[in-house]
């Protein structure tokens, strides 16, 4: 995993140190580095023992405490999950998501930051929108699932559509916000510098606004999917949603399961994207007690 | 600006040297929900070029508000500041300004945050280091160029934001408490540093304190202010011999004086400011 990392220590210049002294820096640094590396081990294996247990008591409850009809179990959804991969099925609908995934969360976290970009700059056009957006925000994004499918067919259009809305306004607002909470003692000290207006927001107020935009990010990951997965649940022929429904449908609890871990991993994955350009965007950050 | 230098180092008008301040009946209104506060009244100083000026007084005095106004940051309401022959009217790029904050960007190295205003001016990327790293090593802060904000002491951050503020050599410098936040030891360090750098600079410096130690061991004059509205209660030239120790000044009978004489001005208003809150 990913996650078994160690921070790196960078070792800053104090005094000039004697072989000895730098022996003893560079043992309590590996020292350091060992109990970092324990910790995370001992974290893993918890949540492996976690994940192990879960899936016992699913097999174990199922057939005995809920119906196995509806609860299905581990083996049956693994052998679905097999099945889907062989025949090809699994690939041929989660290539049409991934499609819609990619495009909605790619096209509507760009098109979040340019707007919130115009709007931090353009802020009287700011004012004037405010009501507007906070209305469209307001309302729940499923609730114009139907409209799309009424307006662009039974295509990839809607689904774009869909992901992208349900990514873009949560980008949207987070950055806003991000560019509205500059300092402004940074802008007043760049100014009297000499800073020029495009200046001021490339190098000051944007970068500024990169733990914001990072955030967004990563809660619009599963909600990118929601959209995408709303969409083919209302019309459609193809796709993960497509399948879980059908699934469904003929009572195949075991694909319904297979369906919900394939979304999982995907998710999973773009999680993992957004934190490897997590951490090198923000190097510059303290750790904080919340990193993992 | 490069013109007015220009004059200056041709033996120009005295008036438009750029290193001199002058402030004209200067006052401040502030306005926020419906309410209004006479914050700077009658405000008149020249500053000489070469000079270093502080502004002492009880805090909320408008003292900072008039050092804002010099920085272009805070209009005038009424009344005029020029520096040099010009009439300082939209922000003032011809000074440089450090507050108690150190303001660096957080997300740069030390050393591309000490070349942040030559980069704002287009200078080349190899120069700019080439330039910063140099004024590094001068404050003392060598091998800390790959360092972030985070990772550096209060005083280290501090010394990278004179740094910084010094790489472009403005005539005039501005100062806000400067050096507020830190301990007592780094405090003392730091005076002793910005005389050093100073002297012998040509640079005039408005500072802004309510430290009458710090004041007193720095400056040429001393304008008091009084409580608000902030208005020029008494000036004093300090008339101690430079160089100076800070470390060591305040053992001078002529430090103690001094001292006595602000002192009972000073209280005078902190016991007034006071009162009112």
């Known amino acids: 995993m990913a996650e078994i990392q160690t921070e790196p220590v960078t070792l800053l210049p104090s005094v000039p140190l004697d072989a000895d002294e730098e022996r003893l820096q560079l043992r309590e640094v590996e020292r350091t580095r060992q109990a970092q590396r324990r910790t995370l081990i001992w974290i893993v294996s918890w949540r492996l023992t976690l994940l192990v247990v879960l899936l016992f008591g699913w097999y174990f409850a199922s057939g005995h405490i809920v119906d196995r009809l509806f609860a299905s179990n581990p083996i049956d959804v693994a052998k679905a999950f097999g099945d889907y991969i062989g025949d090809g099925t699994l690939w041929y609908n989660l290539r049409y998501t991934l499609i819609e995934v990619a495009v909605g969360y790619g096209a509507g976290t760009v098109i979040a930051l340019v707007a919130a970009g115009l709007l931090s700059i353009f802020t009287t056009a700011h004012r004037v929108l405010h009501p507007f957006l906070m209305a469209l925000y307001a309302v729940p994004k499923i609730a114009i699932a139907p409209l799309m499918i009424m307006w662009f067919g039974l295509g990839l259009t809607p ?74 649940f209302i019309a459609g022929n193809r796709g993960i949603g497509y399948l879980i429904n059908s699934a469904s449908n003929q009572y195949n609890t075991a694909g319904v399961f297979a369906g919900i871990i394939a979304i999982l991993i995907v998710v999973l994955l773009m999680d993992s994207l957004v934190t490897l350009l997590e951490r090198r965007l923000m190097r510059w950050r303290p750790p904080s007690a919340a990193d993992r | 600006m490069t013109a007015l230098r220009r004059a200056a180092a041709a033996g120009g008008a005295p008036a438009g040297d750029p290193r001199r301040l002058t402030l004209e009946r200067l006052y401040k209104v502030y306005v926020s929900r419906g309410e209004s506060l006479l914050a700077v009244r009658d405000v008149s100083l020249k500053i000489e070029p070469g000079e270093f000026v502080t502004f002492l007084g009880p805090s909320g005095c408008g003292k900072s508000t008039v050092l804002n106004m010099l920085a ?9 500041a020029h520096q040099g022959g010009r009439p300082i009217t939209g922000v003032n790029t011809d000074v440089g300004y450090i507050t108690q904050d150190d303001n660096l960007l957080p997300w740069r190295t030390l050393l591309d945050n000490v070349a942040f205003p030559l980069e704002l001016r287009g200078v080349g990327k190899g120069e700019r280091r080439e330039r910063a790293h140099e004024l590094l090593r001068s404050v003392g802060l060598a091998g800390f160029e790959s360092a972030y904000p985070h990772e550096l002491s209060g005083g280290m951050r501090k010394r990278g934001s004179i740094a910084r503020t010094l790489l472009v050599d403005e005539p005039v410098i501005l100062m806000d408490e400067p050096f507020g936040p830190l301990d007592a030891q780094t405090r003392l360090l730091l005076q002793d540093e910005l005389l050093r750098l100073w002297s012998g600079s040509g640079k005039t410096i408005v500072f802004v304190t309510h430290d009458l130690v710090e004041a007193i061991a720095l400056s040429d004059r001393i304008v008091i202010f009084t409580s608000t509205p902030g208005t020029i209660k008494s000036i004093h030239t300090i008339d101690i011999p430079r160089p100076r120790d800070v470390f060591h000044i305040y053992e001078t009978d002529r430090f103690t004086e001094l001292f006595d004489l602000l002192w009972a001005e000073l209280r005078e208003e902190i016991t007034k400011a006071r009162a009112r809150h």
């Open chain 1, 159 to 232: 689904k774009f559509l869909l992901s992208g809305i349900f990514v873009f306004f949560v980008v949207f607002m987070n950055t806003l916000a991000g560019l509205r909470s500059v300092s402004p003692s940074l802008i007043n000290v760049a100014r009297v510098m000499g800073a020029r207006r495009h200046q001021l927001l490339l190098k000051v107020v944007f970068p500024s606004a990169t733990p914001n935009v990072l955030t967004a990010m990563r809660i619009t990951v599963p909600e990118a999917m929601v959209g995408a997965i709303v969409g083919e």
């Open chain 2, 72 to 80: 272009g940051l805070e209009s005038i309401t009424d009344g005029s």
